[in-house]
T-cell receptor, first 114, second 111 residues
Framework: EPEVTQTPSHQVTQMGQEVILRCVPI?????FYWYRQILGQKVEFLVS????????KSEIFDDQFSVERPDGSNFTLKIRSTKLEDSAMYFC????????????FGPGTRLTVL | RKEVEQDPGPFNVPEGATVAFNCTYS??????FFWYRQDCRKEPKLLMS???SGNEDGRFTAQLNRASQYISLLIRDSKLSDSATYLC????????????FGKGTRLSVIA
């Protein structure tokens, strides 16, 4: 069964460093998302992406964040200058089209900012 | 204002018990409704979509009351493997709109 994959599974970084989180969505999916979940908190939407551009973004997704689909298979989330409060689980998700309801989630990347 | 509100639990129930979870949502424009399941430190996985007419999938039954902005999930004959956090999720439209998650209700099924 096709699945969303994410790398790395765990990333530890120093405050102020840049990190890139990688995702490979399901191959025939067209809509991509990043969510985050701070430990003990709810899953929160960051950004959605379609047709090589951002469709929607939340208040969390400020100028420190960017997304890219560099090569037709990977979908990346970059945090330019990490803060302690960026420590969270970051989930990538994808869905096939605007009719399909289910967003399929990847296993997540646990980001720890020291 | 919490967009999706759930009782955090935990609900500790014996095997074979019936347990019900409730959820309320604040945005009356919400159009799509789901229950996701999340195991500890894992990704959310879709358990079932929720329709106005109510729907059932094996031991799981979901109900939606749009007038009250209320969603429920009933689990019958609980199994040890049902132990997880159950997330109530809504979105404005189907498909490519962001999902809005509740904080989840923790269920522990005890032997």
């Amino acid at each position: 069964e096709p699945e969303v994959t994410q790398t790395p599974s765990h990333q530890v970084t120093q405050m102020g460093q840049e990190v890139i989180l990688r995702c490979v969505p399901i191959s025939n999916h067209l809509y991509f998302y990043w969510y985050r979940q701070i430990l003990g908190q709810k899953v929160e939407f960051l950004v959605s992406f379609y047709n090589n551009e951002i469709s929607e973004k939340s208040e969390i997704f400020d100028d420190q964040f960017s997304v890219e689909r560099p090569d037709g298979s990977n979908f990346t989330l970059k945090i330019r200058s990490t803060k302690l409060e960026d420590s969270a689980m970051y989930f990538c998700a994808s869905t096939r089209d605007s009719v399909g309801n289910e967003q399929f989630f990847g296993p997540g990347t646990r980001l720890t900012v020291l | 204002r919490k967009e999706v509100e759930q009782d955090p639990g935990p609900f500790n129930v014996p095997e074979g018990a019936t347990v019900a979870f409730n959820c309320t949502y604040s945005n009356s424009a919400s159009q799509s409704f789901f229950w996701y399941r999340q195991d500890c430190r894992k990704e959310p996985k879709l358990l079932m979509s929720v329709y106005s007419s109510g729907n059932e999938d094996g031991r799981f039954t979901a109900q939606l009351n749009r007038a009250s902005q209320y969603i429920s999930l009933l689990i019958r004959d609980s199994k040890l493997s049902d132990s997880a956090t159950y997330l109530c999720v809504v979105s404005l439209l189907s498909g490519n709109t962001p999902l809005v998650f509740g904080k989840g209700t923790r269920l522990s099924v005890i032997a």
